[in-house]
């Protein structure tokens, strides 16, 4: 598997976020703009963080296995982040 290179895009999923909404984002093509590899040695020590998504980290590996998948799903939509505030208040956490 490769390394992933700042600046490329690649798709990621949707992800919807109980009691912390606003990390909510639409799935689709993001860039990634940081790596972070936890020199535990192997390739699922990888994450990167895109524009789309900054504070969530995702798997390198995880995500490069659901690329063929994502990119059906997806097509050439850009992820977006889908903020959504009230499920902080209603979950409480």
Not at 5 to 12: A, I, N, Q, S
Not at 20 to 43: F, M, N, P, T, W
Not at 58 to 66: D, E, K, R
Not at 85 to 91: A, I, L, P, R
Request: proline share 5%; with cysteine; hydrophobic share 25%.
């Amino acid at each position: 598997m490769r390394y992933p290179k700042l600046h490329e895009d690649v798709y990621v999923p949707t992800s919807w976020y109980i009691g912390h909404g606003r990390d909510d984002v639409c799935g689709g093509l993001a860039q990634i703009i940081k790596i972070k590899d936890d020199e535990k040695g192997g390739i699922n020590s990888i994450f990167v963080y895109t524009t789309e998504h900054p504070n969530a980290g995702y798997n390198w590996s995880s995500l490069m296995g659901q690329q063929e998948k994502l990119e059906k799903e997806f097509g050439t939509k850009r992820a977006y982040p889908d903020p959504d505030y009230g499920s902080e208040e209603v979950g409480g956490y």
